[in-house]
Each structure stands twice: as C-alpha cells, then as structure tokens.
C-alpha cells in the first residue's frame, strides 16, 4: 500500500503511480514507462526528456505512522486467531461431551497406528506403492 503525498490517498499494491493523480512514487517515469531517479533530468534508458513528476516526499513523521496502518489488518487477524483458539481450548476443558469425543478419536487413531506398525512389512510398502501411484496419476 502506498500513500500519495500529493493527493493524500492511499493506493493498494507497490503501484509506481498514484491511482488518483498521476503523481509518480518518488521517481520519474518516461513515456516508456523506464524508472528513473527522482533527480533524473534525462531517462537512463532511453535518453527522453519527457519524464513525469514525482509525488512530493512523505514526511518523516508520516513513515512510521503508514507503516503501522500496514500492519494492522495482520494485527487484527492474529488476535482474532488467539481469541478463537482461547474460545475453542475453554469449551475443550468445560464441555464433558466434547471431551469423551476427543477421547474416543484418540482411542481410534492409536488403534488404526497399532494395526498399521503391525502389518507386515510387505503389506505397509503395497499400501504405500497404491498411494505414491495415485498422487502421481493426479499430476
């Protein structure tokens, strides 16, 4: 997200211009759209003089302020994340029947792994080779 210093908008992306204005950000753009300094008189590129102009730069106190606006939405998204986890670890620990579940789905899984390191080995690697050659089928 970039902000516009010359028309005070904020444009989603690493866009080189302002969506709204035009302004270029803090470079000179030639018709060919080549990047330049913002001191450029000339493209380096290809040797125009038409080159845009850049936004005016954004003042020192502005940076740390846009860079925490661009942090805040994963901010936010984090905290949502911890405060559903905590919801969801609290009904685990007062819901009985949520916890007899959890137990019984345990239970299995460790039943189906006691079969499967059981098996014979012949049979572990059949089982293996049909799910190999299933993924590769897919791509």
């Known amino acids: 997200m970039r902000y516009c210093s010359q028309c005070h908008r904020l444009t989603a992306g ?62 936010l998204l984090v905290l ?6 905590m919801a969801m670890l609290q009904q685990i620990a007062t819901n009985g029947q949520i916890q007899a579940q959890l137990i019984v789905l345990l239970i299995l899984l460790a039943l189906l792994w006691w079969i499967y390191i059981h098996i014979p080995k012949f049979i572990r690697n059949g089982l293996r080779s049909l799910w190999q050659s299933k993924k590769k089928d897919k791509h």
């Open 14 to 75: 690493e866009p080189l211009y302002c969506a709204h204005c035009g302004a270029t950000y803090d470079a000179k753009l030639c018709p060919a759209r080549h990047l330049n300094h913002r001191n450029a008189q000339v493209c380096s590129q290809c040797g125009s003089r038409d080159l845009s102009t850049p936004a005016p730069k954004i003042p020192l106190w502005l940076r740390p302020v846009l860079f925490l606006l661009a942090l805040a939405p994963g901010v």
């Open 80 to 85: 949502l994340l911890v405060v559903v986890v």
